[in-house]
């Protein structure tokens, strides 16, 4: 990952996304020493994974009654 001034990150924006989406860089954006942001590539997909992990898991039997349980449990406060 590459480090980049706040003010260097602005003015080249677009030159900074086709650097992250066309050659999967990433960058630690970086205001008066400090980082405050890191700029980098939206990983793959995930959602069809974790669904394949989920499917493999045996469904609790307890788990709506659990639920229910503590949602009986609650307490909503009244704000003003």
């Given at each position: ?23 999967g ?5 970086v ?14 997909g ?35």
């Amino acid at each position: 990952m590459h480090d980049i001034s706040a003010t260097e990150a602005a003015r080249h924006f677009s030159d900074l996304l086709d650097a992250v989406e066309h050659r999967g860089e990433g960058f630690a954006i970086v205001r008066r020493g400090k980082t405050v942001a890191h700029l980098s590539p939206v990983g793959e997909g995930r959602g069809k994974r974790v669904k394949a992990l989920l499917a493999e898991l045996t469904p609790d039997p307890a788990w709506d009654s659990d639920l229910a349980d503590l949602r009986a449990a609650l307490i909503l406060e009244e704000r003003p």
